[in-house]
């Protein structure tokens, strides 16, 4: 079986912090590129941060300077700091892998952002 797992998340105060992780299977080996996604309600899903085997990340425009991305390859782990969070970046974050064509995606992970 091959699937992404997040763990982390929840109900976090504006200007709070939480970090959520994401663990490969290890079927999954070395993927190029591993991200995070998120999806708000009644919006389409995008992409937040992502980081590449070197270590190259990118980052949404509105996600800059306050989140970060990491990976630890040898367990086939990525994460996302979140730092200033704010109201609008409540969502569901999902994690995700590319290796190749092929694709994988975590289930999601609720952040809710409120006071």
């Known amino acids: 079986q091959v699937q992404l797992v997040e763990s982390g998340g929840g109900l976090v105060q504006p200007g709070g912090s939480t970090r959520l992780s994401c663990v490969a299977s290890k079927s999954i080996f070395r993927p190029n590129v591993m991200g995070w996604y998120r999806q708000a309600p009644g919006k389409e899903r995008e992409l937040v941060a992502r980081?590449?085997?070197?270590?190259?990340?990118n980052y949404a425009d509105s996600v800059k300077g306050r989140f970060a991305i990491s990976r630890d390859n040898a367990k086939n782990t990525v994460f996302l700091q979140m730092n200033g969070l704010k109201p609008e970046d409540t969502a569901v974050y999902y994690c995700?892998?590319?290796?190749?064509?092929?694709?994988?995606w975590g289930k999601g992970t609720l952040v809710t952002v409120s006071s």
């Open positions: 980081i590449f085997l070197g270590g190259i990340t």
């Open positions: 995700n892998a590319k290796d190749g064509g092929i694709e994988y």
